[in-house]
């Protein structure tokens, strides 16, 4: 049996240069389409998270013991104040417009708007 002979690089060099080649190719397709999933989850998924609801709508589930995240603006949410809603006051028309909020830094008032709900209060 002979042995082939491994100075000669010719056919070695074409093959590693069209593997390269292909390589890169491929790299470039899969850039393209994770640069193509990215711009679709940006347009399509992310604007359908914030769903906008009209100033006079009430928000469903705050009540009396629920557990709420605070927003605070210029914060990061895992930064925002966790809270216990201690008390709901309603304005005018009845609607439920601001509450009073428990936190480990002391109580404090804050607008609806501005509570996320993270945990019901049990039944």
């Known amino acids: 049996m002979e042995l082939p002979d491994m100075t000669t690089r010719r056919l070695v060099g074409n093959k590693s240069t069209s593997t390269t080649m292909t390589l890169r190719r491929r790299w470039y ?18 604007v359908n998270l914030n769903n906008r609801q ?30 216990r809603i201690l008390e709901l006051y309603p304005s005018s028309d009845g609607m ?3 509450a009073l909020v428990k936190t480990a830094a002391g109580t404090l008032v804050r607008s609806i708007r501005k509570l996320q709900l993270i945990e019901p209060a049990a039944v």
Do not use: A, F
Request: proline share 2%.
């Open 29 to 46: 397709y899969q850039r393209k389409i994770l640069r193509h999933l990215w711009q679709r989850w940006r347009k399509e998924y992310l």
């Open 54 to 83: 009209k100033w006079n709508t009430q928000k469903l589930g705050l009540n009396i013991g629920n557990i709420v995240l605070l927003c605070e603006d210029g914060q990061t949410r895992s930064n925002w104040p966790m809270g």
């Open 96 to 98: 439920k417009r601001s």
